[in-house]
């Protein structure tokens, strides 16, 4: 085997013309699969941070009175008195595998929020636990965030996050402030911000008011102060940190499993997670339809690559009829003149797809820097290719070996 690949890389490097224009088509196909291919991994990438952020992993579990979600300040809902959750099923949910974290918290749009005579009317007002920060990726940047005692003690307390403090305060420091929740006065204790990964990329009006009530602001303050506030208990939100992107769907959809423990099959009111993995699997099985076409449009060159193998090898076949008669005229047998042709075969094809996989990468960055479309480099993708060139040089280079090994000594001797 290895004196066969020294004689074909000796005879590739002897006609280097030849061979590099026979190894072309080669190139230039599996280039084209590879920049194509990075290009369909870098979108769905792209997607997926777009739709779920970059790795923050965290699922929403909302209450739903029938298609539509349960909203308090509508009044009582005709599906009677929704379901409250129980201290078991907290646990429960906080205790599944596949989640590192999970926050219960209490959530109103539709509240007013007031500094003196300025109105935060179309904010957020969140009544969250302990661990809703961490949860959902807030940092305080300046005070404090909540402590035991705030829970404990039912502390009127409020955070807030920059673009309330904006809208409320403008500019003046908010720490310290007393701001009111309906009647109820809440001092401000510290400013919060969620990490870019947890925040939703905006690029279209409908994003813009899907999102609209955190671009206004954000309130938060103890939950066991929200009846204080609110005056009525009502259902809470769930929000569940996986251990991973790939586990996001199955841990929601256990977790709403649990919450709907104890809900009669009647009644319309269910928990239903937000399933936001199959939002970006459609997304990308939407834009990887489109690039498959231009898969199969870059394997043509790969099968005119194969053909110009074809026609190399008979030429080369037909070139040195002497040398194989007068090996097989020493004693070589068919298998030898076989695997020799096959091999010259397939190292042509081979160093072409490594010529084509280091092309294939650096096309792929010209077309992500000047397009600025996402790339990203496929490993499975740059064997599967090398891989697939071989298998190329072995069926293509089949039919002139097996013609060089059928040759007749005799006739081969005689030939010029």
């Known amino acids: 085997m290895l004196e066969n690949i020294r004689i074909s890389i000796q005879g590739i490097w002897s006609h280097k013309m030849r061979s590099f224009l026979t190894m072309l088509g080669i190139i230039i196909g599996i280039a ?152 109820d006065p809440f001092v401000v204790v510290g400013i919060v911000q969620q990490g870019d990964s947890y925040q939703p990329n905006i690029n279209s009006i409908n994003e813009y008011y899907e999102y609209y009530q955190t671009v206004i602001g954000t309130v938060m303050i103890p939950n066991r102060c929200w009846p204080i506030a609110f005056q009525f208990d009502e259902p809470e939100n769930v929000v569940i940190k996986a251990d991973s992107t790939d586990n996001m769907s199955s841990a929601g959809n256990s977790a709403a499993k649990i919450l709907n423990q104890g809900i009669s099959e009647d009644s319309k009111f269910k928990y239903k997670a937000d399933d936001v993995m199959e939002r970006v699997k459609n997304l990308q099985n939407l834009s990887e339809s489109t690039n498959q076409q231009l898969l199969w449009i870059a394997s043509i060159s790969l099968l005119v690559g194969g053909i110009g193998v074809m026609n190399i090898m008979l030429v080369s076949v037909t070139e040195r009829t002497s040398e194989i008669g007068l090996k097989k005229a020493i004693g070589a047998r068919k298998k030898v003149i076989l695997y020799q042709f096959l091999t010259e075969a397939s190292m042509l094809t081979s160093i072409g797809g490594i010529i084509g996989v280091v092309l294939g990468i650096i096309l792929s960055r010209v077309v992500s820097q000047v397009s600025g479309a996402p790339t990203a480099i496929s490993v499975p993708a740059i064997i599967g290719s090398v891989l697939f060139s071989t298998v190329i040089g072995v069926i293509f280079g089949l039919l002139p070996s097996v013609k060089a090994a059928n040759l007749n000594p005799i006739d081969a001797l005689r030939s010029e």
């Open 32 to 183: 084209s699969i590879i920049a194509i291919v990075s290009t369909i991994k870098g979108t769905s990438e792209q997607i997926k941070e777009d739709l779920i952020g970059a790795g923050n992993n965290t699922v929403t579990i909302s209450l739903y009175d029938g298609d539509s979600g349960y909203d308090p300040m509508f009044g009582m809902s005709n599906s009677g008195n929704p379901p409250l959750l129980s201290s078991e099923q907290k646990e429960e949910v906080r205790e599944m595998d596949h989640v590192e974290n999970a926050t219960f918290f209490y959530t109103n749009t539709y509240s007013n929020v007031y500094y003196q005579n300025t109105s935060l009317q179309g904010g957020t007002v969140y009544g969250i636990d302990e661990n809703y920060l961490n949860t959902c990726g807030y940092m305080v940047q300046s005070g404090r965030g909540f402590i035991q005692k705030d829970y404990e003690n039912l502390n009127k307390v409020a955070l807030i996050d920059n673009n309330a403090a904006e809208n409320l305060f403008s500019g003046e420091d908010p720490l310290g402030k007393t701001i009111e929740i309906g009647d």
